[in-house]
């Protein structure tokens, strides 16, 4: 989507805030301090919201997204509540004409996806998929040194995220949470938008914990991806009981060059020699994807994520689901 022909907005634009978690939080702090906007209702865990609606002077509380998003005084819903649910609530968000921001993944299936951005398409109605991995300085650094590497051969993205003991809540639950590669879509997405078309996936998946398939302590999910240019990758999540040391690793390795990043630290490597790259803090990402949004919607400037990377990482997610049960590769 690169502009709109939305109908002009009265200020203050009204927002419905769906999910009472971290990023429900941030995102309604966020809102807060926008002139343009007023957050109108928030649903969810009903004592959490009425702890952020005080705070934030949300005048309308709901236990029930379905309550929500069916009111006449909100024009944009914000979908940050469990994985499970996204899709049904951004499908009734979308049939009762609001516009709508989602955190990923927008849904667990690529057909779903494709009937909410239908939906959207045939509504006129914005649906933004929140994927602020390619706002960081990570993404940034790689995009302007890409060319610096030649002919890219081989990539890698590894995140490792140590828990001890694991908390209680919905994403150390599999029906809620999703497939790891799903519900972490993200780490497909930052590949995709570099390398283009994935024509093959092979992934294994393995659990750990006492109350599976319920709850799990520990996961880890491996990908190989193997890009229509030639391009072959890596993509590893990891997290629980059962890992020791924290990592968060970006690799590209070409022919005239490498990128490497450990954390925000990162390193061009050529025949001349190293340079160093530093991407700075994560901190400010989703403030800079509620700024694109609202430029989006007040003045049609593009948005910086489009439907087609996003429906192309669900297809690559569903493969490597398809892969780790069958233990085969699968052709996209």
Same mark, same amino acid.
């Given at each position: 989507?690169?502009?709109?022909?939305?109908?002009?907005?009265?200020?203050?634009?009204?927002?419905?805030?769906?999910?009472?978690?971290?990023?429900?939080?941030?995102?309604?702090?966020?809102?807060?301090?926008?002139?343009?906007?007023?957050?109108?209702?928030?649903?969810?865990?009903?004592?959490?919201?009425?702890?952020?609606?005080?705070?934030?002077?949300?005048?309308?509380?709901?236990?029930?997204?379905?309550?929500?998003?069916?009111?006449?005084?909100?024009?944009?819903?914000?979908?940050?509540?469990?994985? @499970?649910?996204?899709?049904?609530?951004?499908?009734?968000?979308?049939?009762?004409?609001? !516009?709508?921001?989602?955190?990923?993944?927008?849904?667990?299936?690529?057909?779903?996806?494709?009937?909410?951005?239908?939906?959207?398409?045939?509504?006129?109605?914005?649906?933004?998929?929140?994927?602020?991995?390619?706002?960081?300085?990570?993404?940034?650094?790689?995009?302007?040194?890409?060319?610096?590497?030649?002919?890219?051969?081989?990539?890698?993205?590894?995140?490792?995220?140590?828990?001890?003991?694991?908390?209680?809540?919905?994403?150390?639950?599999?029906?809620?949470?999703?497939?790891?590669?799903?519900?972490?879509?993200? @780490?497909?997405?930052?590949?995709?938008?570099?390398?283009?078309?994935?024509?093959?996936?092979?992934?294994?998946?393995?659990?750990?914990?006492?109350?599976?398939?319920?709850?799990?302590?520990?996961?880890?999910?491996?990908?190989?991806?193997?890009?229509?240019?030639?391009?072959?990758?890596?993509?590893?999540?990891?997290?629980?009981?059962?890992?020791?040391?924290?990592?968060?690793?970006?690799?590209?390795?070409?022919?005239?060059?490498?990128?490497?990043?450990?954390?925000?630290?990162?390193?061009?490597?050529?025949?001349?020699?190293?340079?160093?790259?530093?991407?700075?803090?994560?901190?400010?990402?989703?403030?800079?994807?509620?700024?694109?949004?609202?430029? !989006?919607?007040?003045?049609?400037?593009?948005?910086?994520?489009? !439907?087609?990377?996003?429906?192309?990482?669900?297809?690559?997610?569903?493969?490597?689901?398809?892969?780790?049960?069958?233990?085969?590769?699968?052709?996209?």
């Amino acid at each position: 989507m690169t502009s709109n022909s939305y109908a002009t907005f009265q200020q203050p634009l009204r927002v419905g805030i769906v999910g009472t978690g971290f990023v429900a939080k941030l995102r309604t702090e966020i809102f807060s301090q926008d002139l343009r906007l007023k957050v109108q209702a928030i649903a969810g865990t009903i004592t959490k919201a009425e702890a952020i609606a005080q705070e934030f002077a949300i005048p309308h509380v709901h236990q029930y997204w379905s309550e929500l998003v069916m009111r006449n005084d909100v024009d944009l819903v914000v979908v940050c509540n469990v994985n @499970r649910d996204h899709a049904a609530v951004v499908g009734q968000a979308l049939r009762s004409g609001k !516009h709508v921001i989602v955190e990923y993944p927008l849904a667990f299936t690529v057909a779903e996806a494709e009937e909410l951005i239908a939906i959207a398409k045939q509504k006129n109605l914005m649906l933004h998929v929140e994927h602020i991995e390619l706002l960081g300085g990570v993404h940034q650094l790689v995009l302007q040194h890409l060319d610096q590497v030649g002919n890219p051969f081989y990539a890698r993205y590894s995140t490792k995220s140590p828990q001890r003991p694991v908390p209680d809540k919905w994403t150390y639950r599999p029906d809620l949470f999703g497939f790891p590669l799903t519900a972490a879509v993200s @780490r497909l997405n930052r590949i995709i938008v570099l390398f283009g078309k994935v024509k093959a996936v092979s992934c294994q998946l393995r659990y750990s914990g006492d109350n599976l398939p319920h709850h799990f302590t520990s996961c880890v999910c491996n990908a190989q991806l193997q890009f229509e240019n030639g391009v072959i990758a890596d993509i590893s999540y990891s997290k629980g009981e059962n890992f020791w040391q924290p990592e968060r690793v970006m690799e590209l390795q070409g022919s005239h060059g490498a990128i490497i990043f450990s954390g925000d630290k990162g390193k061009l490597i050529s025949a001349d020699g190293e340079m160093e790259l530093d991407a700075g803090t994560t901190r400010g990402l989703f403030k800079k994807d509620t700024e694109n949004v609202l430029s !989006h919607l007040f003045t049609g400037t593009p948005l910086y994520n489009d !439907h087609d990377s996003v429906l192309h990482s669900l297809a690559v997610a569903n493969a490597a689901e398809k892969s780790a049960a069958t233990n085969q590769t699968v052709i996209l």
